[in-house]
């Protein structure tokens, strides 16, 4: 499975990060819609797109409005959205409103279901709610087999760490996990409802996870180390700090 991050910033993009959005090109699935959306239909290896949101902030989901053109033009056969009731809401009536980008694609609106999964391409989807974000967000496990082993990765993003998910993503090959500040600013995970870097890294190592990409990284700190990834490692070996262009493959 090739692992494709799009977008690696949080709030706002800079000269280096696009916000948010991993497409799994392979498949057509894509998790959360960002700045770094515009990159998207050219990597795309299906016709058909299926997109997960986390939640309904601004950086998650002003993408969505990028996607008009590719499917008018063809490049995108069928759009399906799938989100909690209150983020579909926000997107048909708020991003898509008259008086704010008045065209709506041809998307389909799909609410998450408590406990249900989602088959697709050959891979199954599941979710799980994150309490801490202000708002709220979710997390997506996505499970396959590949030559008779069992493969899995996990997206979690505007959260703070904190027990609640930890069984939802134990063991997957590869955590993709939000990691907004380095430690220095640890307070401000607590206060804005996102992760710091080494609660991350523990996350990771009790978890048992294999590897771990921090992603979602505040667009104001320093651009070659933002989040102190030694620190991490010093933790959780098999940590790498996510940059938009990354290319990974769980095989």
Same mark, same amino acid.
């Given at each position: 499975?090739?692992?494709?991050?799009?977008?690696?910033?949080? /709030?706002?993009?800079?000269?280096?990060?696009?916000?948010?959005?991993?497409?799994?090109?392979e498949?057509?699935?894509?998790?959360?819609?960002?700045?770094?959306?515009?990159?998207?239909?050219?990597?795309?290896?299906?016709?058909?797109?299926?997109?997960?949101?986390?939640?309904?902030?601004?950086?998650?989901?002003?993408?969505?409005?990028?996607?008009?053109?590719?499917?008018?033009?063809?490049?995108?056969?069928?759009?399906?959205?799938?989100?909690?009731?209150?983020?579909?809401?926000?997107?048909?009536?708020?991003?898509?409103?008259?008086?704010? /980008?008045?065209?709506?694609?041809?998307?389909?609106?799909?609410?998450?279901?408590?406990?249900?999964?989602?088959?697709?391409?050959?891979?199954?989807?599941?979710?799980q709610?994150?309490?801490?974000?202000?708002?709220?967000?979710?997390?997506?496990?996505?499970?396959?087999?590949?030559?008779?082993?069992?493969?899995?990765?996990a997206?979690?993003?505007?959260?703070?760490?904190?027990?609640?998910?930890?069984?939802?993503?134990?063991?997957?090959?590869?955590?993709?996990?939000?990691?907004? /500040?380095?430690?220095?600013?640890?307070?401000?995970?607590?206060?804005?409802?996102?992760?710091?870097?080494?609660?991350?890294?523990?996350l990771?190592?009790?978890?048992?996870?294999?590897?771990?990409?921090?992603?979602?990284?505040?667009?104001?700190?320093?651009?070659?180390d933002?989040?102190?990834?030694?620190?991490?490692?010093?933790?959780?070996?098999?940590?790498?700090?996510?940059?938009?262009?990354a290319?990974?493959?769980?095989?």
């Amino acid at each position: 499975m090739q692992i494709e991050f799009l977008g690696t910033g949080g /709030f706002h993009p800079n000269e280096r990060r696009h916000t948010a959005c991993v497409l799994l090109p392979e498949v057509g699935i894509a998790f959360d819609a960002g700045t770094s959306v515009f990159r998207l239909a050219a990597r795309l290896k299906t016709k058909e797109l299926h997109v997960f949101l986390s939640h309904a902030h601004l950086d998650h989901i002003c993408g969505l409005t990028y996607l008009l053109v590719p499917l008018l033009k063809g490049e995108i056969k069928s759009c399906r959205i799938y989100a909690g009731a209150d983020v579909l809401t926000a997107v048909r009536q708020h991003l898509f409103s008259e008086d704010v /980008f008045p065209v709506w694609p041809q998307f389909e609106l799909l609410e998450l279901e408590r406990h249900k999964t989602y088959p697709i391409a050959g891979v199954t989807v599941s979710h799980q709610p994150l309490p801490s974000h202000p708002g709220g967000s979710r997390a997506f496990r996505v499970d396959w087999q590949n030559r008779g082993q069992k493969r899995s990765l996990a997206y979690v993003t505007d959260t703070t760490v904190d027990g609640s998910y930890t069984e939802f993503i134990r063991g997957v090959d590869l955590l993709i996990h939000e990691c907004n /500040f380095a430690d220095s600013l640890a307070e401000w995970s607590y206060k804005t409802g996102h992760s710091h870097t080494s609660m991350v890294a523990q996350l990771a190592k009790e978890s048992s996870v294999i590897r771990l990409a921090l992603t979602h990284v505040d667009p104001s700190t320093p651009q070659d180390d933002p989040l102190g990834i030694d620190a991490a490692r010093q933790i959780f070996p098999s940590t790498q700090l996510a940059e938009d262009g990354a290319v990974l493959s769980v095989d």
